[in-house]
């Protein structure tokens, strides 16, 4: 049996991105975006409001982080969470890989409002799945090069699943933001 491997790895998330993450995000707005479940959470805000340790961000709005990173780790919103995935997961993966802009959390945008976020994720999203389906079975051979640090020597097929996971895991906890957002007392 042949099995075209592109086709598997590509199917595997953008099945979970078409028919559980996105649909998950719709109607997300300003105020739940924004939400901060617990005292202390990262986020993305106003420049001027950030209160962690360090902050990224070439816009008005930055997202909080510290390096290292604190023990144990604050929750993050879902604001945090999308730009995460925007930057970290897709945009600096699509930057390497496949011809996307140069993209780093000290020189990216963040959205102030979940509209643009969305539209954010959608396109990070477009260009990921675009570029992996573009690879065939050669370009999953090869090895990822020096900009992937501990997958350097991996074939891209390593690096294409441990970014299925990333999105999957992080869009699992962004809807279970939702889903505290929705019950959330008073």
Not at 15 to 23: C, E, F, S, V, Y
Not at 51 to 77: C, H
Not at 134 to 154: F, H
Request: glycine share 10%; net charge negative.
């Amino acid at each position: 049996m042949d099995i075209e491997w592109t086709v598997q790895l590509v199917d595997q998330l953008d099945w979970h991105w078409t028919n559980q993450l996105r649909p998950r995000l719709s109607g997300l707005g300003d105020d739940e975006y924004f939400w901060e479940p617990a005292p202390g959470c990262w986020n993305v805000r106003p420049r001027e409001e950030s209160t962690a340790p360090m902050a990224a961000g070439a816009g008005e709005f930055v997202v909080d982080f510290g390096f290292p990173e604190p023990v144990p780790p604050p929750v993050t919103t879902i604001a945090w969470r999308i730009a995460h995935i925007v930057v970290g997961v897709f945009g600096m993966r699509v930057a390497n890989h496949f011809g996307g802009p140069a993209v780093d959390y000290g020189s990216f945008e963040y959205a102030g409002d979940a509209a643009t976020a969305l539209h954010q994720l959608d396109t990070a999203y477009a260009s990921w799945i675009e570029g992996v389906r573009d690879l065939g079975e050669d370009g999953l051979a090869k090895p990822c090069g020096p900009a992937e640090g501990p997958y350097a020597d991996a074939p891209m097929a390593a690096l294409v699943l441990h970014i299925n996971r990333e999105a999957i895991h992080h869009g699992a906890e962004i809807a279970l933001l939702r889903d505290l957002y929705l019950r959330r007392a008073g």
